[in-house]
């Protein structure tokens, strides 16, 4: 039983080492030569979300998200203004407000992954082909473990 408690202390330590780094370094190389400005996390985090539920109302984004709804309706302004996001009237409710995705946004998220997937593309083919095989394994894996975290 110490074995595989120490087993799942040792992947937990080296995935704090690797994961938050990486992110960073990924990000930090994909805006090289990335002709726009860059979008606050938390802007990026908005985007996605709405991209994922199209029609999504500020305070399910908020929720969805963790943070404060005012901080969502911030973060929501913003975007309208920098032309990424669109406010419509709810259906159902005239109160409420649908965010929406502007095709501007879509282009910019899809550019956004494509560079992503380049830079990333780049460091994998300078890995051994064994090391390749077990990134493309450990996918599984953490996807599984990312849905164990959102739980």
Known sequence: MPRSTATVEDAASGLLA???????????RAREDWPLEPLATAQVDLLRAVRLRS????????????????????LAHQLVA????????HPDDRRAV???LTPAAERRMAAWH??????????????????????????????????????
């Open 98 to 100: 649908r965010l929406v």
């Open 18 to 28: 690797v994961v938050g780094p990486m992110q960073r370094v990924l990000r930090r």
């Open 55 to 74: 029609g999504i109302t500020v305070g399910e984004a908020a929720a969805e998200l963790h943070i404060a709804p005012n901080t969502a309706s911030t």
């Open 114 to 151: 494509d560079r992503r997937q380049q830079v990333l593309d780049g460091a994998l083919h300078r890995l051994s082909p064994a090391d390749r095989a077990a990134v493309a394994a450990a996918v599984g894996p953490l996807r599984q473990l990312l849905e164990a975290l959102e739980r």
């Open 82 to 89: 920098a032309g990424l996001l669109t406010r419509e009237r």
